[in-house]
């Protein structure tokens, strides 16, 4: 088959997913929007409470645009996110948009940090169990994938609290450190110690869902023929392990990656709030609690659309890795 050819047919496969992706996203945005109008009273008095006035229900419908037909409502709404207005928080009095930028960059932090660890982790502990699947390594870390994945976020994050913040004073019990609290490296590593906790409670049931996964993959590439092969020719353990049976096997690790963009977010709204990180997780708790449903919305609304951006990640950088995709 000819370069053209091949570019045209990775062309029409990028083109197809990033076209699903965009339905997907309206979708979304249609859903979310008609979930508000679902509340009880409408949004008004969702925001006000339900003991609210009609005087100032009424007042508020007029403020935000709800006396207008449900299609101009809908046109609106679309038109308010497309320009970043994501409504107006009326118990802590504040754009929406500027809530979020301000709790945005400590989720991001704590999520590459939780990320990043998971990954690593997933793709050793993945190779070691495919390798050793009828050894008693390979059973020792499948009965760890399945506790690990099987305890609550807020039993994780509660005993390492009373471990190595009550007991041992190793680490702060929560909150969050930085530069801001001490200059220079002290700053630093002052945010690190922060970080580890959470970021370990976060990772621990991502590390023993993707693990099991990828180490079940992991051991069917080692039956294949080309892995005794491999062995036949002389190659070390090492060698097979990353150079041949690791680049045939993260390919399908690559969509459940795009997948654990929720799962971040999701464990994050208990780990934020056991250790009172200053993040989205936390502000989405404390939204919940106080019945801020514009911020909820908004919140909710950005998990989705991160969501459908992390599943088209994963597509697209799978179909760059197997030439198989292109021609689905």
């Known amino acids: 088959m000819s370069i053209g050819r091949r570019r045209a047919g990775m062309t029409a496969a990028l083109l197809r997913r990033l076209a699903s992706s965009l339905l997907s996203l309206a979708l979304l945005v249609t859903l979310v929007f008609f979930m508000i109008y679902a509340t009880p009273g409408g949004p008004a008095y969702s925001i006000l409470g339900v003991h609210a006035s009609p005087a100032a229900v009424a007042a508020l419908n007029r403020q935000m645009g ?45 999520d590459l940090v939780a990320a990043t660890g998971a990954i690593v982790l997933t793709v ?35 005993a390492l609290i009373l471990v190595f913040a009550a007991d041992l004073a190793w680490l702060p019990p929560g909150g969050i450190g930085g530069t801001g609290h001490a200059s220079g490296l002290a700053g630093i590593g002052n945010l690190w110690r922060h970080l580890a906790l959470p970021a370990v409670t976060l990772a621990l049931p991502l590390t023993a869902g993707l693990s099991r996964y990828f180490g079940h993959q992991v051991r069917d590439e080692y039956r294949q023929d080309y892995v005794r092969a491999a062995a036949a020719r002389g190659l070390g353990p090492a060698r097979i392990a990353f150079g041949h049976v690791l680049r045939n096997a993260v390919r399908p690790l690559v969509t459940l990656i795009g997948m654990m963009i929720p799962s971040l977010f999701v464990g994050g709204v208990l780990t934020e709030s056991v250790f009172n990180y200053p993040g989205l997780g936390w502000l989405l708790w404390r939204s919940a609690l106080e019945q801020d449903y ?31 995709v292109r021609y689905d």
């Open 66 to 110: 709800l006396d207008h037909p449900i299609w101009r409502q809908y046109l609106t709404w679309w038109a308010h996110l497309l320009r970043g207005d994501l409504g107006y928080s009326f118990t802590q009095h504040a754009p929406v948009a500027d809530l979020i930028g301000s709790y945005l960059h400590n989720t991001v932090l704590l």
């Open 294 to 324: 514009p911020t909820l919305t908004a919140i909710v609304l950005l998990i989705g659309v991160l969501t459908v951006l992390g599943n088209l990640a994963a597509d697209l950088l799978n179909t760059l890795l197997d030439v198989r």
């Open 124 to 158: 050793l502990l993945g190779l070691l169990q495919g390798a050793r699947a009828r050894g008693s390594v390979g059973r020792l870390i499948g009965a760890w994938q399945i506790v690990g994945y099987s305890l609550p976020t807020f039993f994780v994050g509660t």
